[in-house]
């Protein structure tokens, strides 16, 4: 007996057609078929499609230190541009710090975010809302809930949608998120990067004049030479970094791709979920015969 | 744009991921339903296969996290990544494991994950959508594999038993390569037992990538069956293991090396100080490399012969920390009963086919019994070793059946 013969392919055949018209063929089917793509279109009712938005960025470069030799001035100047490890994580740090969250807070980003765009209302006094659980819980445990959002809602909201990957070995770094929203999206994350990027050079700046503050005191007092030349290019160098830093150039990182949103939703999959009940509803049915027609094996 | 590679949607436990999973189940329930009609599979097998569709279901995300195998992640990610846009994932495509088979035309991924997946994506189910889709590709290869065994078993009820060890139903429910060791050594295992070397050497080769050790454990059976005849001859595979101990002994250098290097980076990899000082940083700071370090050969066999029952029973009481440990000991136990008793049963002891089984699975757990710092891992990579050798055991339990009743006919 060949394999043919035992397998038999003309007698499982017929038991495909059989199994075909006995629980594929049927008026039901077309019309859980017909239930499933109702059900879906439903589904995909109550739910928001979400864009991606992703920027790409690259760390600065270090900018060798030009022009006249200024002893302790250039290793000042230097040590603004250097430490470049330390780049990414500075800017992760600022990106999702509450100095931020406070200063796009400032900005009205909040009415955006909490105020549904309605710039007349007073940031300050956008009414929060709670869940029930936790109207209950603060109720039980005697604690109250806030009533209004404040910045720190907002770095919560930041540090949940917007996420910062930067690959192993890479300079580049992504910044990304998911929104229904594209417009707002695509200039809220604009506005986050810069703000976060600013927000470094502001506390440098603000740094370096701090510096030149207590210098210049102790300058004053100074009796020995040396050390009033040293204390005379410390101040220098502060000063060149407040020059090289007041600037609008981008101090941590530039773009490489601005915010851009995708142009389809990476959610929902319509075709996924289409197809998806489709095959429940259309299996269902087909195993509802199956198990009917099969019963007394079964059990 | 620069950033060109897979952004993935995590739909964790929600609602859209029991729709994509449910269709992934009810295609496969479908395909039995049809398998059943054409008398592929009998009602009981139709049956347990039905439930055991349903176990990727209930695994992830209902009855525990994913993240307790946190690898899946990577597979399900990349299998997505490879169907969206035909790459693999940045971190994956950044090693850049490929090798050629016509210049500049046709290469495989030498990656365990990429591989793995590229094989697992091949199951023809709907939806390649959550971390629990591959469990559903694994399951199809499975079922698959469960009719090809039935050429091997006459029985198939006792070979659907098989299919219904815990640890079996569990590895076959996630999203890991597990399930393709375990088959790729079984069918290697019983067609060596039928002596299709050509068939089971190529079964092997897969190993190399998703399983290197394993490879290594069936490449020392395949040269000592085929070369040295050590499953016809006591004497024969006296001669083959002193081969292996003199080649030991030669290479002692380069073994010690390779064998403490993934002893330490074991023991690195599990070491937890608390405080979030764990791993290879514990290591540095705490870890006692030296205490570590194999000297010689004769240590080495040794420790590995003073760990064999540890690898054996693990994961052991003082071990537990989630309620899957106490199961798994429970199945050690279970699995080294049977392995023993349908050798007893079946007159096997004297059997030098066995015999040689049972040196390589020995052989096999001693060098495992090495490195078994972390219990979970090697819990998981002993039951992809040990498995294959219980059914090649049985299959022998069946041949000598069938040789002792042709016998008694005689």
């Known amino acids: 007996m060949n394999f043919l013969q035992k397998f038999d392919i003309k007698g499982k055949i017929s038991l495909l057609k059989e199994f075909f018209y006995d629980y594929v063929w049927k008026k039901s089917l077309l019309n859980l078929g017909i239930a499933s793509i109702v059900f879906s279109l439903g589904y995909i009712q109550f739910t928001t499609p979400q864009f991606y938005i992703s920027a790409t960025l690259r760390e600065s470069q ?31 740090s600022n990106l999702f710090s509450y100095a931020i969250a406070q200063r796009m807070w400032e900005k009205g980003w909040a009415t955006q975010i909490y105020a549904g765009g309605d710039e007349s209302k007073d940031i300050n006094k956008i009414d929060k809302s709670h869940t029930i659980s936790d109207r209950i819980s603060s109720f039980l445990l005697g604690y109250e809930l806030y009533d209004y959002y404040s910045p720190h809602d907002l770095q919560g909201f930041i540090a949940g949608k917007v996420s910062m990957d930067k690959r192993f070995n890479a300079t580049n770094i992504t910044v990304s998120m998911r929104a229904a929203d594209q417009s707002f999206a695509l200039n809220f994350l604009n506005d986050l990067i810069l703000d976060a990027d600013k927000y470094a050079k502001e506390y440098l700046i603000l740094k370096s004049q701090a510096i030149i503050d207590g210098t210049q005191k102790q300058l004053v007092v100074s009796r020995n030479s040396a050390i009033a030349a040293s204390l005379a290019a410390t101040i220098n160098g502060e000063y060149l970094k407040i020059a090289t830093l007041e600037n609008d150039m981008p101090y941590h990182i530039y773009f490489i791709d601005p915010p851009y949103s995708s142009e389809y939703p990476v959610y929902p999959d319509t075709f996924a979920i289409f197809l998806s009940n489709l095959i429940i509803f259309i299996v269902s049915s087909i195993m509802f015969h199956f198990i009917r027609d099969n019963k007394n094996n079964l059990w | 744009m620069v950033n060109r590679f897979f952004e993935h949607h995590d739909y964790g436990g929600s609602l859209e991921y029991y729709i994509f999973e449910l269709a992934n189940y009810s295609f496969l329930v479908l395909l039995i339903s049809i398998f059943y009609k054409l008398r592929f599979i009998n ?34 990610i990349e299998v997505m990544s490879l169907k969206t846009y035909g790459i693999s994932t940045w971190n994956i495509a950044a090693q850049e494991a490929t090798f050629p088979i016509v210049e500049n035309l046709l290469s495989i991924s030498t990656h365990p994950i990429t591989f793995t997946v590229s094989l697992l994506g091949l199951a023809p189910i709907p939806n390649y959508m959550t971390v629990t889709s591959l469990a559903f590709a694994n399951k199809f290869f499975l079922f698959f594999s469960f ?37 790729f050594g079984i069918f290697f295992l019983l067609n060596m037992l039928r002596d299709n070397y050509l068939v089971s050497l190529a079964l092997i080769f897969p190993l190399l990538i998703i399983k290197i050790q394993l490879f290594a454990f069936f490449a020392v059976y395949f040269i000592g069956r085929l070369i040295f005849r050590a499953h016809k001859n ?32 074991f023991a690195a990899e599990d070491m937890d100080m608390g405080n979030g000082i764990y791993g290879y940083y514990a290591f540095a700071l705490y870890g006692d490399a ?70 390589v699975l020995v052989l096999s757990l001693m060098l495992y019994s090495l490195l078994a710092f972390n219990e979970g891992t090697f819990v998981r990579y002993r039951f992809s070793l040990f498995l294959p050798f219980i059914f090649a055991i049985y299959y022998l339990a069946n041949l000598n059946q069938a040789d002792s009743s042709k016998n008694k006919i005689k």
């Open chain 1, 62 to 92: 270090a900018s060798t230190a030009q022009g006249p030799s200024f002893g302790g001035g250039a290793k000042a100047l230097l040590s603004v541009t250097s430490s470049e490890s330390n780049i990414s994580d500075e800017f992760k």
């Open chain 2, 43 to 76: 009602i009981n097998s139709f049956i347990v296969w039905s439930g055991i569709f349903f176990l990727p279901l209930l695994f992830n995300y209902f009855i525990f996290s994913p993240f307790l195998y946190p690898d899946q992640f990577q597979y399900a």
């Open chain 2, 147 to 183: 009719l090809a065994l039935k050429n091997f078993f006459k029985n198939e009820n006792i070979l659907l038993l098989f299919f219904l060890i815990p640890s079996f139903l569990l590895y076959t429910s996630i999203s890991l390569r597990e399930t393709l060791v375990i088959l």
């Open chain 2, 234 to 265: 006591f004497y024969a595979l006296i001669i083959y293991s002193s081969c292996i101990l003199l080649t030991g002994f030669i290479f002692e250098e380069m073994i010690l090396q390779v064998v403490n290097y993934y002893r330490i980076g």
């Open chain 2, 290 to 359: 030296e205490s570590l370090t194999l000297h010689s050969m004769f240590e080495l066999i040794l420790v590995a012969i003073i760990g064999l029952p540890k690898i054996l029973l693990m994961p052991l009481p003082n071990t537990w920390t989630n309620i899957f440990y106490p199961i798994q000991f429970l199945e050690s136990i279970f699995l080294v009963s049977l392995y023993s008793w349908i050798a007893v049963k079946n007159n096997l002891l004297r059997n030098q086919e066995f015999i040689y089984l049972s040196f």
